[in-house]
Structures are given as structure tokens and as C-alpha cells.
């Protein structure tokens, strides 16, 4: 079992920036990428960013390239999405992800509301 913790959320106006952090525990070693996910009201999840925790290959939803940053501390078990630049159309409750190839595990989600 993985267990997620994130924070960092909230409200903030259009252009500005927020940093969102994940800290896994529990059997984190299995873990292979660890990634972002969000969605808005009446929409599907989405991915945003995603990270391989051995190597560090990123991958991102177009919608957020060049403003949007996920990186890794392999140290403190955490992953962080920097959010630059921010738009009304970011709203959204924002997941952390882990995946370890069998299982997939989530944490409890955290808002991030922009206003325009």
C-alpha cells in the first residue's frame, strides 16, 4: 500500500502561481512515476504532469507545457508541480498519483481555484 499526502492548494488570481506537493509513504519503494491529475466540474480527470521516479522522464497535457513544472525529491518521498502563470481554466481539485506498474493509488485531492 502507498499512501498520498498533498498540499498546497488554493485560491489565487490569474497569472499568478501556486506549488502543489505530494509526500508518499507506506511501501513507496515500488513506486515507478508519480503524476498530477485534475478535474473540473462535470469533466473526466486528466492527466497534467507525470514523473518516472528512477529516471525523471517528464511527460505533460499540452494545455500546461511551459507553464506547469513537476520535479521529484527522492529523499523526502516527494513530488512538487510548480504552476506558473495561471488561468481560470486551471481550476480544478488537483490528485496526486502513484504507479507502480500493478496497482495504482490516489490521494485525496486538493483545490486550486483561479480567479479571473
Known amino acids: 500500500q502507498v499512501q498520498l499526502k498533498e498540499s498546497g492548494g488554493g485560491l489565487v488570481q490569474t497569472g499568478g502561481s501556486l506549488t502543489l506537493s505530494c509526500a508518499a509513504s507506506?511501501?513507496?519503494?515500488?513506486?515507478?512515476?508519480m503524476g498530477w491529475y485534475r478535474q473540473a466540474p462535470g469533466k473526466q480527470r486528466e492527466l497534467v504532469a507525470r514523473i518516472t521516479i528512477g529516471g525523471g522522464r517528464t511527460n505533460y497535457a499540452d494545455s500546461v507545457k511551459g507553464r506547469f513544472t513537476i520535479s521529484r525529491d527522492n529523499a523526502k518521498n516527494t513530488v512538487y508541480l510548480q504552476m506558473n502563470n495561471l488561468e481560470p481554466e486551471d481550476t480544478a481539485v488537483y490528485y496526486c498519483n502513484a504507479d507502480n506498474r500493478m496497482e495504482s493509488y490516489w490521494g485525496q485531492g486538493t483545490q486550486v481555484t483561479v480567479s479571473s
Open positions: 507506506g511501501n513507496r519503494f515500488s513506486i515507478y512515476a
